[in-house]
């Protein structure tokens, strides 16, 4: 089946970075648009950023100028760069991504979660 195995989370000092990776895999045909989303027990689950299949961005403002997200489709693969990471930032960080697994089947798929802590 269909999966996306996200990798790269851990602890990290304020103002440090750190890089998550987001592995489609499964019998794909196409992989669509990717996005991370992060999660606290504190907040609903809040976009963070999505990279279309033609490799267009967008960014959350409260990350613009510090997280890039980016993909290689060769594969399969989205990244997240998290540059002067802040403790706010600490959170469950989630892929997610349409993925077609023939030309006219679609699934939305979610990672199972990566948890970064922002902490001296």
């Known amino acids: 089946q269909v999966q996306l195995v996200e990798s790269g989370g851990g602890l990290v000092q304020p103002g440090g970075s750190l890089r998550l990776s987001c592995a489609a895999s499964g019998g794909i045909f196409r992989v669509n648009d990717m996005s991370w989303y992060r999660q606290t027990p504190e907040k609903e689950r809040e976009w963070v950023a999505t990279?279309?299949?033609?490799?267009?961005?967008t960014t959350a403002d409260s990350v613009k100028g510090r997280f890039t997200i980016s993909r290689d489709n060769a594969r399969n693969t989205a990244y997240l760069q998290m540059n002067r990471v802040k403790p706010a930032d600490t959170a469950g960080y989630y892929c997610?991504?349409?993925?077609?697994?023939?030309?006219?089947?679609?699934?939305?798929?979610w990672g199972q979660g990566a948890l970064v802590t922002v902490s001296s």
């Open positions: 990279i279309t299949s033609d490799g267009t961005t």
């Open positions: 997610y991504a349409q993925i077609f697994t023939s030309p006219v089947r679609n699934l939305e798929v």
